[in-house]
């Protein structure tokens, strides 16, 4: 697989970094060596000391503490060797030179010391850089992605190629299924579903490197969010060693927190959507429902009215008049039982001062105390609370209550409002509740 080749390649680099950081510091000291040789003569072995000390930062700075360790001993037994009596020996006859190699291995401890250090942090400080950087381009990545499956198409790819394997997210408890796969068409055994659904279940990772005894090829973490496992990611390489690093947990950890969020906002999202299509769907019901209330009724009151006509009227059939009455009656309480099923129909009652207008139960209570009206009264009374704080036109009113025949009887609908104000308000003379705007309608005023 061309991931794991380039891991691989990436691995056989550092070793021939670090041999070639062996090899040079080799080189330094024997150039050192020789170095001291030819100016010993001339200015003593005193100087020569100081020639040893560049190849061991050499050591620290490219290949790390103990490297440097070993450059700084056998810097100071060539000197030992070459430049302390007797020569091409390492036993030390003088006390002076017994001080000179002594400082020159202290000396040279401490630099590959402070070197190994700085260096230590760099590393990290770049280890780190790249962590950010990492889930940074994964979050970027995931940012862009608009429902779930494309989040795990693209958490799988960025997941295989970061840890150079093979990568999987299932999701499932009783029976675990792939929903995306790096490469595609990849298939898991018995032993790696059984470990998927413990990981679903537990929320914990299994799989191969988490227990020895476990047989599965894949290693599988789970993506959890808010104390709940959305799914789980399966990682395996094809050498069949652990695919995550100990050193690497911290980066998978962090990676899967960035997915979790993901698959959480896109799950969000999609909620936001269906509650934002159930309202518009109550909406435009609701709108329905209003519109046949407010165009079949008066139609209906108007059939009602022309029925009670024929009945009264000499030489009618009023047999007929009596079965259009009935039918009409039969016709308007379907209506009613419609508008009761709007959204709106459900809501609190109208209250206004003492007195509660129940439109869904068709009630009026004033003071706690039910307040018993004619039809009619009712009707006017729940059109100016469909509509409260506005003005409706007396032609609206009596289209609405009485049907278009009878609009231009405004008598009906003064009695009508003298009558509720009799009944609702504290004082008829002065009435607060339903407030009569000259030549133009009724108002109900808003609770």
């Known amino acids: 697989m061309d991931t794991i080749a380039a891991g691989r390649a990436l691995r056989q680099n550092e070793m021939a970094r670090r041999l070639g950081s062996y090899a040079v510091t080799l080189l330094l000291i024997a150039g050192a060596t020789l170095a001291g040789l030819l100016i010993a003569d001339r200015w003593g072995n005193a100087p020569v000391a100081l020639l040893y000390i560049p190849p061991v930062l050499v050591a620290a700075v490219s290949c790390g503490q103990w490297p440097a360790i070993i450059a700084a001993t056998l810097s100071t037994l060539t000197y030992n060797f070459y430049f302390t009596e007797p020569y091409r020996t390492f036993v030390i006859h003088s006390p002076a030179d017994i001080v000179t190699v002594a400082a020159l291995f202290l000396v040279a401890m401490v630099t590959s010391r402070l070197a190994a250090s700085l260096r230590e942090q760099s590393r990290r400080a770049d280890a780190h850089a790249a962590r950010n950087a990492t889930i940074a381009g994964l979050a970027r990545r995931l940012l862009s992605c608009t429902d779930e499956q494309a989040i795990a198409d693209v958490a799988v790819h960025e997941l295989a190629r970061l840890f150079g394997g093979h990568a999987v997210l299932v999701v499932g408890r009783e029976a675990p299924q792939i929903v995306a796969a790096t490469p595609a068409g990849v298939a898991l055994g018995p032993s790696d579903l059984g470990a998927a659904a413990l990981t679903l279940d537990t929320g914990e990772p299994s799989g191969r490197g988490v227990s020895r005894r476990d047989p599965a090829d894949w290693q599988f973490h789970p993506i959890a969010a808010d104390h709940a496992v959305l799914a789980a990611v399966g990682l395996a390489r094809e050498d069949g060693l652990p695919p995550v690093a100990p050193n690497q947990h911290q980066l998978l950890g962090n990676l899967l927190d960035q997915v979790a969020l993901a698959l959480e906002r896109a799950r969000l999202e999609g909620e936001a959507r269906d509650v934002a299509a159930l309202r518009e769907r109550d909406r435009l019901r609701a709108a329905l429902l209003m519109s046949i209330g407010e165009d079949v009724k008066p139609r209906l009151n108007a059939i ?144």
């Open 304 to 447: 009602a009215a022309a029925a009670r006509a024929l009945r009264r009227a000499e030489g009618g059939d009023k047999a007929l008049a009596a079965t259009v009455a009935a039918e009409t009656a039969q016709l308007d309480r379907y209506v009613d039982s419609l508008v009761d099923l709007s959204p709106g129909a459900a809501q609190e009652p109208l209250v206004i001062g003492s007195l509660a207008i129940d439109l869904h139960h068709r009630s009026v209570r004033r003071d706690g105390e039910t307040v018993h009206l004619t039809p009619k009264e009712y009707a006017v009374l729940a059109e100016l609370a469909k509509h409260a704080g506005r003005v409706l036109t007396h032609a609206h009113l009596l289209r609405s209550v009485w049907g278009p025949a009878q609009q231009d009887h405004i008598d009906y609908l003064r009695v009508a409002v003298r009558s509720l104000r009799q009944k609702l308000e504290h004082d008829p003379a002065r009435p607060a509740l339903i407030i009569n705007e000259p030549a133009v309608g009724y108002r109900l005023v808003a609770g």
